[in-house]
């Protein structure tokens, strides 16, 4: 029978489908893991936002790994039990944002303003002189700023309470 | 539990989500620039996420699945306010209705996020988080285009005044307004409207635009009741049309 903890290690190879060096542990979006019994695991899921197109994709590529591991019922159900917010991604997901080009979320206290979105560091550069083009980017999590300092637009991932 | 109070709720939430939604997506491809493009075509896919969770919600209460309440009732079975279901206009009108509609729509999840309603809070505490993005983009514009020059100031001020009766028309009251109130599950209308006007004039005011003279008011009501314009007609039948032609198909 698996431990949790090996559950949690086997699902670290399963990719965000729209930032592929990305996990979807790292992401946070993996609330909980419940072993029922040798054959039986349970796995809760949140989307990053209500409306993500790949929700579906992910539960599927979670029951698959967990088929792959010989789990032969996994269980994988979404819910806004424990909403995720960008301050879950992990530490190496957040290194893995940066190496994929995109800036990654500010860390949040409790309120998204402003200025958490206008002076996001240059992901190739490292330049502050950055300004927001559009909260709005190619996938519902991503925003679109300009990098004053390297003449470089790039993508944000966005902070979300 | 007042259950159908509840649905009530849900259902004209969830119905000016889906229209709104569908107008939003009707800029796909056709944006004045191309990051405002991607921007209407993003809060579509927001507003479509949300109501389809609020739809979710429904069908837990025993309500038909997400897919075919949205696709397959004729519009009188809508309830969502006329105001959502008016043709997209210039920019000028989207904006205006954009920014009306979203700073209701937040100041609605915000309240909802304390309902007495554990369901609807759950929803409401993640949907009013994504919301930020969409007021915040409602504002930029509303303050960019009506201080830029003078026709912008015109557009935005005339798009404002075509607006405002229709948006009025969005907090039309329940016939469970009292029993919602009393139960702890959503502050009301009267509340919301109050906290919206607020919001709504600190931002006028920044934009250097102005609501129309009170005395001019007259709130456009009967969407919650089913009763709407042909344009909601046309609607309908567009956004259900691949899904009619086979309903028992997996999507």
């Not at chain 2, 009267?190 to 001019?216: C, G, H, R, S, Y």
Request: glycine share 6%; aromatic share 8%.
């Amino acid at each position: 029978m698996f431990t949790e903890a090996q559950i949690w290690e086997a699902l670290e190879v399963v990719k965000d489908p729209e930032i592929p060096t990305l996990s979807m542990v790292d992401m946070g979006i993996i609330t909980k893991i419940e072993i029922r019994d040798k054959d039986t695991v349970f796995v809760e899921m949140t989307p990053t936002f209500a409306g993500c197109p790949a929700i579906k994709m992910m539960e599927k590529s979670v029951a698959e790994r967990l088929q792959e591991i010989g789990i032969q019922n996994p269980l994988v159900v979404t819910t806004f039990d424990k909403p995720w917010d960008s301050n879950k991604i992990t530490a190496r997901g957040l290194s893995c944002l940066k190496k994929h080009g995109l800036a990654p979320p500010i860390k949040h206290v409790g309120e998204i303003t402003e200025e958490l979105l206008t002076n996001v560091i240059c992901p190739f550069c490292g330049s502050e002189n950055t300004e927001l083009k559009s909260p709005f980017g190619p996938t519902l999590c991503r925003s679109l700023h300009y990098c004053n300092n390297c003449l470089q637009a790039f993508e944000g991932f966005k902070p979300v309470v | 539990m007042n259950t159908d109070a509840i649905k009530e709720l849900l259902y004209k939430m969830a119905d000016d989500l889906l229209i709104i939604g569908h107008r939003n997506s009707e800029w796909t491809g056709l944006g004045p620039i191309l990051e405002e493009d991607i921007a209407f075509s993003s809060m579509a896919q927001d507003k479509l996420g949300h109501a389809q969770a609020l739809f979710q919600l429904l069908q837990e209460l025993g309500e038909a699945a997400p897919d075919t309440v949205a696709f397959n009732r004729s519009a009188e079975k809508f309830h969502s306010a006329q105001f959502l279901e008016l043709p997209n206009g210039d920019y000028d009108f989207s904006l205006i209705r954009h920014f009306l509609f979203d700073t209701a729509d937040q100041l609605r999840f915000e309240s909802l996020a304390s309902s007495s309603y554990a369901p609807i809070t759950k929803v409401a505490q993640k949907i009013k988080g994504e919301l930020k993005y969409h007021v915040f983009h409602a504002n930029t514009w509303i303050v960019k285009l009506g201080k830029a020059n003078e026709e912008s100031h015109a557009r935005m001020q005339t798009a404002l005044n075509q607006a405002w009766n229709y948006a009025l028309g969005m907090f039309e009251k329940s016939k469970y307004e009292d029993a919602l109130i009393a139960d702890g599950i959503f502050i009301g209308e009267d509340a919301l409207k109050t906290q919206w006007l607020k919001q709504v004039n600190t931002i006028l005011e920044k934009a250097t635009l102005k609501l129309p003279a009170e005395t001019e008011w007259k709130p456009v009501y009967g969407g919650r009741i089913g009763n709407h314009t042909e344009h909601l007609i046309s609607l309908v039948d567009e956004m259900g049309e691949v899904f009619r032609i086979e309903p028992s198909a997996d999507w």
